[in-house]
């Protein structure tokens, strides 16, 4: 099964609006990550958040952390029509021999923002 | 500079058949990440290289996967006698090694079709 699980699986919402997206894991882990994909292709890194962080900003990204309920939450403020994507939480656990960082995606959230 | 290429970027091919996706890596990036996407599902984690060290191979499906990667840099995996179950998206990320831990750059990926 999934090491992060979003919710939800699909949300519309209209431009201007706010958008948030949680995720939730099992394991304990060294960081929490949130990918962006358009149209089922590559994905792009967004936001990483460690274990000992509680909030992270970046931009219009508020991302938080909550490791006693292993659950994430990313808010994207503002939203416009450009940031329809899927989006994905990836947990870190920590555990790969030589360094690496091997994560565990969700299934992720699909967000559409309707002009 | 130049991001993580991945070729092809679509093969169909007959079941029963082998195949070879290729990775090329952002160059000086240590770590090298495959992961497989079926369709509307999160990432599934194949394999990764670091260096020189032995590859982490805990993600393969199946003995019918393989991975190599030459010198360091680029990185073919090889399907033999595919099935249909094997269709998905193919996607290759890679890293820089150290501390903090390093954010993963994702190629485009192959989408392989196996009929």
């Known amino acids: 099964s999934q090491q992060g699980e979003e919710d939800p699986q699909a949300l519309s919402i209209q431009e201007g609006e706010n958008a948030t997206m949680n995720c939730s894991y099992k394991?304990?882990?060294?960081?929490l990550q949130w990918y962006r994909q358009n149209s089922g292709r590559g994905l792009v890194h967004l936001i990483l958040?460690?274990?000992?962080?509680r909030e992270k900003h970046s931009g219009r990204l508020r991302v938080t952390l909550d490791t006693s309920k292993k659950s994430s939450s990313l808010l994207i403020t503002a939203s416009r029509a450009a940031d329809t994507a899927s989006y994905f939480c990836?947990?870190?656990?920590?555990?790969?021999?030589?360094?690496?960082?091997?994560?565990?995606f969700g299934t992720g959230t699909q967000l559409k923002v309707e002009l | 500079g130049a991001g993580v290429s991945q070729s092809p970027s679509n093969k169909v091919t007959e079941k029963g058949k082998d195949v070879e996706l290729r990775c090329d890596p952002i160059s000086g990036h240590t770590a090298l990440y495959w992961y497989r996407q079926s369709l509307g599902q999160g990432l599934e984690f194949l394999i990764y290289f670091q260096g020189n060290s032995a590859p982490d191979k805990s993600g393969l499906p199946s003995d019918r996967f393989s991975a190599e990667r030459t010198g360091g840099s680029v990185s073919t995996l090889t399907i033999q006698r595919t099935q249909q179950e094997d269709s998905a998206v193919y996607l290759c990320?890679?890293?820089?090694?150290?501390?903090?831990?390093?954010?993963?750059?994702f190629g485009p990926g192959t989408r392989l079709t196996v009929l």
């Open positions: 990320a890679s890293s820089r090694r150290g501390v903090p831990p390093a954010e993963q750059f």
């Open positions: 958040i460690r274990s000992n962080e």
């Open positions: 990836a947990t870190d656990a920590g555990k790969v021999t030589g360094g690496g960082n091997k994560l565990t």
């Open positions: 394991t304990s882990i060294n960081n």
